[in-house]
């Protein structure tokens, strides 16, 4: 099964840019390792190589997701879970999302989006037609579709630290696709 590109209303499309651009709010979540449950009859677009040893696990409160984290990462990140109804980060349409955050080590760089998941009943997703995002489904479970929704371009000012380390672990929507679990 492929992703197909659908069109997406401008303020859909607006909201998920501002959302990935400006780091809207949303309940922070702290990390935890959790074992993964086995989710052979949903479907996951593409099949997820084996975990490494180092990686961690997060586990959604809102969301029957489970996510391998790349040990890279390290303490560079945090997830935000996002409600539909946040005031600043709802994804119109949703059900849910989980934002995860790049944390940088610098003094007054803010965190920013490295992609969000989230997750949308079948009818109401549409791909944006837009090259300030890259939004693609990732996996589903019945009517529940599962879109990654990673910025195209670095938060930050070229060539600084906090530039470096976000290029670093930013995440592809098939990376995303490759370490995400149903559960």
Not at 6 to 27: I, K, Q
């Amino acid at each position: 099964m492929h992703a197909r590109p659908l069109l997406r209303s401008a303020l859909t499309t607006a909201l998920c840019a501002a959302t990935l651009a400006c780091g809207g709010d949303g309940a922070d979540v702290p990390m935890r390792d959790s074992a993964v449950a086995d989710a052979a009859s949903d479907t996951v677009i593409a099949a997820a190589p084996a975990p490494s040893s180092s990686d961690s696990v997060y586990s959604s409160q809102l969301l029957p997701v489970s996510m391998r984290i790349p040990a890279a990462w390290a303490d560079r990140w945090r997830a935000r879970e996002i409600a539909p109804t946040d005031a600043e980060g709802g994804f119109p349409g949703s059900l849910h999302a989980v934002r995860f955050d790049y944390r940088p080590s610098g003094e007054g760089a803010q965190q920013q989006p490295l992609f969000a998941l989230i997750a949308y009943r079948r009818a109401e997703w549409t791909a944006p037609e837009t090259s300030a995002i890259q939004a693609e489904e990732v996996a589903a479970r019945g009517d529940t579709v599962y879109v990654a929704v990673v910025a195209t371009a670095n938060p930050y000012a070229p060539g600084s630290r906090e530039a470096q380390q976000w290029s670093a672990l930013r995440l592809s929507a098939d990376d995303v696709r490759s370490r995400l679990e149903l559960r």
